[in-house]
């Protein structure tokens, strides 16, 4: 299939700036094919930004950075219509949203006014600016950032937000035989300054319809939707996963199933991405907190009890 073919040119592109992560980049492209976005929670220096870089360059794609800080507002991100003396009219000054892959840096770190502005994209393709609404590019792609260990001065996501990201992951420390790799490709010079595309917006539509026809049977569907109600009825979660998490489970199984080369779902694509849907759609009960149960543990479990349809 077209999917497994294009995600090895891109895995293997990637590689030439980071090492050893091809599982995490592959479930990333999943989430691009499925045209969902991604929530990468990772201490500095781990490779977000690069890895974003590295994505839009591999595909010929436009990418924006935006450092999203709490004098940041609204308009800094998408944009407002200023006067045009020459036209005698006001005119769109697009922001850095208007882009194909935006790499949404701490986004923590931005005042709640600001995070919201980024929903609308997230949810419907589109921004509003005066009552206006404009679409946006087709390959649109968000990778959002935030340190999990740095809390000072800083935003927490809302719940209503975080769920619109339909995959959150971390990539990591690299092993140490690959962080020497590392240290040999950039003694000199960075090697992302050297990376060109292997494919193009073209063949990424062509690979999304692929994604689309993938067969999703009954009995797969059933089993997300089991997998799904138990993280609604477990004794250490409070909040379980809405619908648009089976949805989102849904629909990255089918692009796993693709880059796999299958035009079907197995319950392993669902199995082994699950927790990073699922794990930042619950909200634990108090006592779970304090015992620091983890959400993934808690989503392993889970996946553990119920029955692999066969």
Excluded: C, W
């Excluded at 999990?148 to 935003?155: D, L, M, N």
């Amino acid at each position: 299939m077209l999917a497994e073919k294009l995600t090895n040119k891109i895995i293997s592109n990637v590689n030439e700036v980071i090492k050893g992560k091809d599982e995490k980049i592959k479930y990333v492209l999943a989430t691009f094919f499925s045209e969902g976005h991604v929530l990468l929670e990772d201490v500095p220096g781990t490779g977000k930004t690069i890895l974003a870089r590295a994505i839009a360059k591999s595909f010929n794609l436009d990418f924006k950075r935006v450092q999203f800080t709490p004098d940041l507002l609204p308009n800094d991100l998408i944009g407002l219509y200023i006067f045009d003396k020459n036209k005698n009219e006001f005119v769109l000054k697009k922001g850095p949203i208007f882009t194909n892959i935006l790499l949404g840096d701490e986004i923590n770190r931005a005042t709640p006014r600001t995070q919201s502005a980024l929903l609308e994209s997230l949810a419907e393709n589109q921004v509003s600016i005066d009552g206006i609404t404009h679409k946006l590019e087709k390959h649109f792609f968000v990778i959002a950032t935030q340190n999990p260990i740095e809390f000072e001065g800083t935003f927490p996501l809302p719940e209503a937000q975080v769920d619109r990201f339909m995959i959150r992951l971390s990539l990591g420390y690299p092993d140490p035989q690959y962080e020497v790799e590392m240290l040999n490709s950039q003694e000199k010079e960075h090697p992302i300054n050297h990376i060109e595309s292997v494919s193009s917006a073209e063949e990424l539509l062509e690979v999304k319809k692929e994604v689309n026809n993938v067969l999703v049977s009954d009995e797969i569907k059933e089993y997300i939707i089991e997998i799904v109600n138990r993280t609604r009825n477990h004794k250490d979660i409070k909040v379980g996963a809405s619908p648009r998490g089976s949805i989102a489970l849904m629909k990255l199984s089918k692009s796993v199933a693709a880059i796999e080369g299958r035009d079907f779902v197995i319950p392993d694509d669902v199995k082994n991405i699950a927790k990073y849907v699922l794990a930042h759609r619950i909200i634990l009960k108090a006592e779970a907190k304090i015992k620091k149960v983890s959400p993934y543990d808690l989503i392993s479990d889970i996946l553990e009890e119920v029955r692999v349809i066969r």
